[in-house]
């Protein structure tokens, strides 16, 4: 079985600002991790994703998250924000094998203050 | 590609009623379908999983009689709420697999609200 930790609910920062929304799992098999955002009264759309290779992944639009497995978190960063990246953000893994189910964290709410 | 749609997105229904929501793989054959339920300020909760052609493998706690999940083709899957009630109320989200993929493409989602 898998777990996510996403320690901030919520998370305010300014506009142009950095910003780390943290994630931790644990799991006792290998897994595949994700980061997805969910905009006001929308399903999920796929951020990023790390399956194997480098463990820093990229997004389209700025984001990035690195895995790391020592300490078992994927921590997704953005060096400057903006107005539009106000959104629900959840952490999930699934296993490399087997019934590959989706366990998601608690979400992170970002909030860009202009 | 690999897009989902739902049907409705917003529902309003009298408790005691019934209501459908469909999930459809618009361009892409889903062999697996799964339901999830998120109340507000709260992550997904997986309630089912729906192959193609075989019955609806429910997670711990959810009500199958309630709750009624039917995949009869490779792009639709129907939840069916029966005799909603108030604290049925919620936002249902579905999400598709394309084969035996890890990745899965979610619905917009469907807010019910039971009156």
């Known amino acids: ?78 060096p400057s924000v903006h107005i539009s990246d106000t959104a629900e953000y959840f952490c999930a893994v699934t296993a490399l094998r087997g019934y590959q189910k989706v366990t998601f964290g608690t979400g992170t709410k970002l909030q860009v203050i202009p | 590609g690999a897009v989902v749609s739902q049907h409705p997105s917003r529902v309003i229904c009298k408790s005691g009623t019934s209501v459908k929501i469909e999930c459809r793989s618009l361009d892409f054959q889903a062999t697996t379908m799964f339901w999830y339920r998120q109340f507000p300020k709260q992550s997904l909760m997986l309630m089912a999983t729906s192959n193609e052609g075989s019955k609806a493998t429910y997670e711990q706690g959810v009500e199958k009689d309630k709750f009624l999940i039917n995949h009869a083709s490779l792009t639709l899957s129907t939840l069916t709420v029966t005799s909603a009630h108030p604290e049925d109320s919620s936002f249902y989200i579905c999400s598709a697999r394309l084969g035996s993929g890890y990745e899965q493409y979610f619905g917009p989602g469907t807010r019910l609200t039971v009156t």
């Open chain 1, 1 to 78: 079985a898998q777990s996510v930790t996403q320690l901030d609910s919520q998370v305010p920062v300014f506009e142009e600002a950095p910003v780390e929304l943290r994630c931790n799992y644990s799991s006792s098999v290998s897994v595949y991790l994700f980061w997805y955002v969910q905009y006001p009264n929308q399903g999920l759309q796929l951020l990023l994703k790390y399956l194997s290779g480098s463990t820093l992944v990229e997004s389209i639009n700025g984001f990035e998250a690195e895995f790391n497995k020592s300490q078992t978190s994927f921590h997704l960063r953005k």
